[in-house]
C-alpha cells in the first residue's frame, strides 16, 4: 500500500518512523514550510530515510495536486494537519485519507481540543483517527481511543505522555484495519458535536474571584500553551505552573498571601494558588521564587491589575 504522509512536529516524526520501522511503503512526506530558526523533525527524518519530501506554500495550489498524482498513493495518512486538504486530494487515493484528532470526536472539534477539555475540568478524553472531509473534523469515525485526565494534567502531560504515543499505536491499528477491509466508516453524532476555536491569550485571563477548580483548570489547561494570563503592576504576567491549596482559608481574590522558595500564594475567595512558573511580558519563563526576588513581590501585592 502507497503511502502518503501529510504532517509536521515531532509527532508527524514519530508517526513516518513507526510506519517505516514497520515496513510500510511511504512514497512522499508533505510538511509546511521550514520557519527561520525552527527545526522541522519531520522534513529530518524524511531526508534521513531517503523518502521525497515536499514543503508546498498550499495544498491547494494545482501544481501540486499535479506532483501529488504522479505519486500513485493509495493512503494519505494525515499526521498532525492544522489545514484542511482540498478534496481532490482527499479523496485521490483508493483507500481514502486517515487522519488523528486529539479529542473523542465529535466533541472538541477544533485545534484547541486539549486545552477546552482541561479548562472545562473534564475527566476523561482521547483520540479519534478518522476520515477527514470538507469540514472540521467532522468526517466519519474509524475508532477511538480513552485515556483519563488525572487532576494535575497540564496539556503538556496530557498530549506527551498519553495522546501522542496512543495517537501513534492507532494510527498504525487503523491502516492494519485498512489493509484487512474491516475499517469502519462510523457517521458522528452531530446531536453531540461540540466546536471551540483556538485558546489564545484572550481566553486565558484568570479570574480572581472565580472558584478555585476554575481557576486551577485554566492555568493547567493553558501550560505551555498559550499560559495563564494576568497582571502585575500593569505589565502582563503568564502562569504556566501551579497547585491548588484548598485547605486554607481564601482572602481577597488576586492577593499575594505568602511567598517562599517553592513560589508565591495568591488567595481567592476559598482556598489559594501555589504559582511556581511564571513569564513576565514576554522574557523568558522562570521559577516564581525569583521572579518575587527580581520583581520585588511583596505580601498584600495584587496580581490583576
Given at each position: 500500500m502507497r503511502i502518503v504522509c501529510i504532517g509536521q512536529a515531532a509527532f508527524g516524526e514519530k508517526v513516518l518512523q513507526k510506519l517505516t520501522e514497520r515496513g510500510e511503503e511511504v512514497v512522499a512526506v508533505y510538511t509546511p514550510q521550514d520557519i527561520a530558526g525552527k527545526r522541522n523533525p519531520l522534513k529530518?527524518?524524511?531526508?534521513?530515510i531517503g523518502i521525497p519530501v515536499f514543503q508546498p506554500r498550499s495544498m491547494r495550489v494545482p501544481e501540486i495536486y499535479e506532483e501529488y498524482t504522479r505519486l500513485k498513493p493509495d493512503l494519505?495518512?494525515?499526521?498532525?494537519?492544522?489545514s484542511i486538504l482540498p478534496d481532490s486530494i482527499l479523496n485521490y487515493?483508493?483507500?481514502?485519507?486517515?487522519?488523528?484528532?486529539?479529542?473523542?470526536?465529535?466533541?472538541?472539534?477544533?485545534?484547541?481540543?486539549?486545552?477546552w477539555a482541561i479548562i472545562n475540568g473534564e475527566t476523561k478524553t482521547g483520540i479519534t483517527?478518522?476520515?477527514?472531509?470538507?469540514?472540521?473534523?467532522?468526517?466519519?469515525i474509524l475508532l477511538q481511543k480513552e485515556v483519563k485526565i488525572s487532576p494535575d494534567d497540564t496539556v503538556g502531560s496530557l498530549y506527551f505522555e498519553k495522546l501522542?504515543?496512543?495517537?501513534?499505536?492507532?494510527?498504525?491499528?487503523?491502516?492494519?484495519?485498512?489493509?484487512?477491509?474491516?475499517?469502519?466508516?462510523?457517521?458522528?453524532?452531530?446531536s453531540q458535536a461540540t466546536y471551540e476555536g483556538l485558546c489564545i491569550e484572550k481566553d486565558a485571563i484568570i479570574n480572581w474571584s472565580a472558584p478555585i477548580d476554575r481557576v486551577y483548570n485554566l492555568i493547567r489547561g493553558t501550560n505551555p500553551q498559550p499560559g495563564?494570563?494576568?497582571?502585575?503592576?500593569?505589565?502582563?504576567?503568564?502562569?504556566?505552573?501551579?497547585?491548588?491549596?484548598?485547605d486554607i482559608v481564601g482572602g481577597l481574590p488576586g492577593r499575594i498571601v505568602n511567598s517562599s522558595a517553592d513560589g508565591f500564594v495568591v488567595s481567592l475567595k476559598r482556598g489559594a494558588i501555589l504559582v511556581r512558573k511564571v513569564q513576565m511580558n514576554k522574557s523568558s519563563k522562570i521559577e516564581a521564587a525569583e521572579f518575587a526576588k527580581q520583581a520585588r513581590l511583596e505580601i498584600g501585592d495584587r496580581l490583576g491589575e
Amino acid at each position: 500500500m502507497r503511502i502518503v504522509c501529510i504532517g509536521q512536529a515531532a509527532f508527524g516524526e514519530k508517526v513516518l518512523q513507526k510506519l517505516t520501522e514497520r515496513g510500510e511503503e511511504v512514497v512522499a512526506v508533505y510538511t509546511p514550510q521550514d520557519i527561520a530558526g525552527k527545526r522541522n523533525p519531520l522534513k529530518e527524518l524524511t531526508i534521513q530515510i531517503g523518502i521525497p519530501v515536499f514543503q508546498p506554500r498550499s495544498m491547494r495550489v494545482p501544481e501540486i495536486y499535479e506532483e501529488y498524482t504522479r505519486l500513485k498513493p493509495d493512503l494519505n495518512v494525515m499526521a498532525f494537519v492544522t489545514s484542511i486538504l482540498p478534496d481532490s486530494i482527499l479523496n485521490y487515493p483508493k483507500m481514502g485519507t486517515i487522519q488523528y484528532h486529539p479529542s473523542l470526536l465529535p466533541k472538541h472539534r477544533g485545534g484547541s481540543a486539549i486545552n477546552w477539555a482541561i479548562i472545562n475540568g473534564e475527566t476523561k478524553t482521547g483520540i479519534t483517527i478518522f476520515w477527514p472531509d470538507r469540514g472540521v473534523d467532522t468526517g466519519p469515525i474509524l475508532l477511538q481511543k480513552e485515556v483519563k485526565i488525572s487532576p494535575d494534567d497540564t496539556v503538556g502531560s496530557l498530549y506527551f505522555e498519553k495522546l501522542f504515543p496512543l495517537g501513534i499505536e492507532a494510527l498504525v491499528e487503523g491502516i492494519e484495519l485498512i489493509k484487512k477491509g474491516i475499517a469502519p466508516r462510523i457517521p458522528q453524532d452531530e446531536s453531540q458535536a461540540t466546536y471551540e476555536g483556538l485558546c489564545i491569550e484572550k481566553d486565558a485571563i484568570i479570574n480572581w474571584s472565580a472558584p478555585i477548580d476554575r481557576v486551577y483548570n485554566l492555568i493547567r489547561g493553558t501550560n505551555p500553551q498559550p499560559g495563564a494570563t494576568t497582571y502585575f503592576h500593569g505589565k502582563t504576567l503568564k502562569i504556566f505552573d501551579a497547585k491548588p491549596i484548598y485547605d486554607i482559608v481564601g482572602g481577597l481574590p488576586g492577593r499575594i498571601v505568602n511567598s517562599s522558595a517553592d513560589g508565591f500564594v495568591v488567595s481567592l475567595k476559598r482556598g489559594a494558588i501555589l504559582v511556581r512558573k511564571v513569564q513576565m511580558n514576554k522574557s523568558s519563563k522562570i521559577e516564581a521564587a525569583e521572579f518575587a526576588k527580581q520583581a520585588r513581590l511583596e505580601i498584600g501585592d495584587r496580581l490583576g491589575e
